[in-house]
């Protein structure tokens, strides 16, 4: 379970990104967020494993309060974090499997990460989600040679072989295709099911949060709001959250929904 606690972030220039925010996530959901430009969802997002670092409140997951940790204690709590970005973050001259394993570098130690020596079981493992992602058979190229599709899934095995409680999603999509982001977005939510894990998936692309997830938070100034299941965010609430706009063409219809179930 993570829950944020009256989470509170305000930059050094004075912009407040979060403004008590209070969010819990059970076990196993996924939660898209969405929200306009500014409203504070990739600070939210990084808030929660502390790449920035939250001005007030408390976060917490499971029995561990994320936010009292000394830097030692949060790099060993980060394991149970795993981070998908937009742009990948792959090293662009290593290959998928060595991308793969360089998930494991929170457990191994520096000298044999160096060395590239991961355990047998590790690298066992890489050889399971590159399977699972369907990637197998490009196990030894190098990243710069896959496409957009191919790197997304190389860094979701990524983040999964850190055996994460939570999975912290920042844009999977913003940089696919329609068809390839609908398959990214049934990939992390179909592996979030398999692995009863819990994510948190911050999303531009209202139409296609509301295919996959159970839960919608949106996000305005700071604020939530908007909390409740993808169905219920009607043109009034999408106009709270986003302003005036014509929504019909946003929202998921009938024939969308029958796609994306096929
Ligand atoms: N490093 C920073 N320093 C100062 N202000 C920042 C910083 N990062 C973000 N902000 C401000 O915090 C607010 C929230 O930004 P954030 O990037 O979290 O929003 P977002 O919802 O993720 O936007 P987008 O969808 O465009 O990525 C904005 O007003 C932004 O200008």
Redesign the pocket.
Known sequence: MLRLDKLVKT???G?Q?LKSVEIEVPIGQVVALI?P???????LIRCINRLVEPSGGKVWLDDVELTALSSGALRRARRRMGMIFQEYALVERLTVMENVLSGRLGYVGFWRSLLRRFPQKDVDEAFRLLDRVGLLAMADKRADELSGGQRQRVGIARALIQNPALLLVDEPTASLDPKTSRQIMRLICELCAERGLAAII?I?DVALAQMFVQRVIG?KAGEIAFDGPPDALTPEVLTRIYGEEDWQATIKTDETAEEAVA
């Open positions: 930059y050094r220039t912009d990104a929200g430009s500014g409203a504070g969802k990739s600070t911050n531009h996000l």
